[in-house]
């Protein structure tokens, strides 16, 4: 099948300047539908993410049972099944969106039939073995594709599991913890690196109990979720963007306000003020446990300096590591990113894209199995960028379009609209040229 792609022309900017608030953030939405669609009544959100991903959640879980409807204020309503989901005739489509499949699959695997889980060619290639593991030693039968969607699920009543996540992943620790929550005993997720957490504040939001040590999560079931009226944080990921870029010209100046500043999210401040920027916060204030406030960031005079990403580090920041990387070039000593091999299981292969479209640039890159060196000083220059379908490729090229020698074409950019539809319009709102 051929889909008809967009490209972008990126002309270089002088200069970024002004204050945004963004869509609500990407991974809270998917929770507060998924839940508030499995719940008991109605709950309604506002600034809910405005992304296709999310989309692909509130549709799957309407043709699950659960009515949704989006107001003329972006008020979302989302009315829940009770507890008790109705089998779908046809495959549930998941889209671009590897949240949707792996999250719902726990939803799904202690409900009673027989459920197919779908997505595009990407989540196609992505692994779901992580899930098919816990889940079948909790009694529920996955059966994938040499690893891979389609996913087909026989639900049922399960038993409760003490499970350690190989690869830290807030999407399997939250797929077993939905299974958990309607599974009769404790089920617990232990992780090496506190991957975010937005499911366990998002499930107490939603009156379930949660136990938490620093590096476990139990529930035990089975527990009843009541709506909730909610405001949705403005999505850090894709203020990352503009973070970046503001980062790269001296003199700008942005402000991002009512944005998620959840502790597990919120990392990459740390790094950008590590490379020599200047960022404040304003106005913490705390929503459903989730903490929100206002950034303001401004470019060092000397140009942003060097870092590395690492460790735990690099896992925490994994959404955040491409847009980085594009940035790297600009800055004066250079971005090493290590033990973030995860990012070749993304929508794209991360690793292979940055590096491929930082040389398209002109730019020296050097490729690791789990990362890259990107060395700074360097002078990129304007040209074809492939987004590979990746949302996060096409806006982390956009970015180091602005800083370029001349002009970029960005293929593929309607990708954005997988997690911000609005990015496009709201750099030119902030871009000085
Ligand atoms: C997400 C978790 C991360 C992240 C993804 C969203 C989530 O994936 O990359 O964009 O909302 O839980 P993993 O859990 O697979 O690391």
């Known amino acids: 099948m051929h889909t008809a792609t967009q490209d972008r022309i990126i002309r270089p900017a002088r200069n970024l300047y002004g204050s945004l608030r963004l869509p609500g953030d990407k991974s809270i939405s998917h929770r507060y539908g998924m839940l508030a669609a499995f719940a008991e ?46 089998p779908a005739n046809d495959p549930l489509d998941c889209g671009n969106s590897g949240s949707t499949m792996r999250m719902m699959s726990g939803l799904l695997a202690a409900q009673p039939g027989t459920f197919t889980l779908i997505g595009d ?53 939250t797929c077993v913890l939905l299974a958990g929550l309607q599974t009769s005993g ?23 109990d949660l136990m938490r040590t620093l590096d476990s999560v139990s529930i035990a079931g089975p527990q009843k979720l009541h709506a909730i009226d909610a405001f949705v944080p403005g999505d850090i990921s894709s203020a990352s963007f503009f973070l970046c870029a503001a980062g790269l010209f001296r003199g700008s100046s942005l402000v991002i306000d009512s944005l998620g500043l ?17 960022i404040s916060v304003l106005n913490l204030e705390e929503k459903n446990a989730e903490l929100i406030g206002a950034v303001q960031v401004a470019a060092p005079e000397e140009g942003l300096g060097s870092t590395e990403i690492s460790g735990a580090l690099a896992a925490q920041l994994i959404d ?29 292969d991360r690793i292979a894209l940055v590096a491929r479209n930082l040389r398209a640039m002109g730019a020296e890159v050097e490729e690791f199995d789990d990362g890259l060196d990107v060395p700074g000083g360097q002078k990129p220059h304007g040209a074809v960028i492939d987004s590979g379908g990746d949302h996060r490729i096409a806006m ?25 539809p609005e990015f496009f319009d709201l750099l030119d709102q902030v871009a000085e040229r």
Do not use: W
């Not at 009515?67 to 972006?74: F, I, L």
């Not at 959840?262 to 200047?278: K, S």
């Not at 594009?326 to 995860?342: L, Q, V």
């Open 41 to 86: 009544g109605t709950s309604h959100f506002t600034n809910f993410s405005t992304g296709a991903d999310c989309a692909s959640t509130l549709a799957c879980m309407q043709a699950l049972g659960a009515t949704v409807s989006r107001q003329n204020d972006g008020t979302v309503a989302v009315t829940g099944v009770g507890g008790r989901v109705t």
């Open 121 to 173: 060619a990407s989540l196609s290639r992505r692994p779901m073995e992580r899930i098919r593991k816990p889940l079948e030693q909790m009694g529920a039968r996955l059966t994938l594709t040499e690893g891979h969607a389609p996913v087909t699920i026989e639900g049922g009543p399960l038993s409760p599991i003490d499970y350690t996540t190989p690869v830290p992943s807030a999407q399997v620790k």
């Open 186 to 208: 404790e089920t617990t997720v232990r992780e090496s690196v506190r991957t975010r957490d937005h499911s366990e504040l998002a499930l107490r939001a939603f009156g379930a």
């Open 262 to 278: 959840n502790p597990t999210r919120a990392m990459l401040l740390d790094v950008l003020t590590a490379l020599g920027a200047h």
């Open 320 to 348: 955040e590591l491409p847009v980085l990387a594009a940035i790297a070039p600009y800055t004066r000593g250079g971005i090493r990113i290590r033990d973030a091999k995860e990012l070749r299981v993304k929508e794209s």
């Open 396 to 420: 982390a090229f956009s970015v180091a379009a602005l800083r370029a020698e001349g002009d970029t074409r960005i293929e593929g950019a309607e990708a954005a609209a997988i997690s911000f």
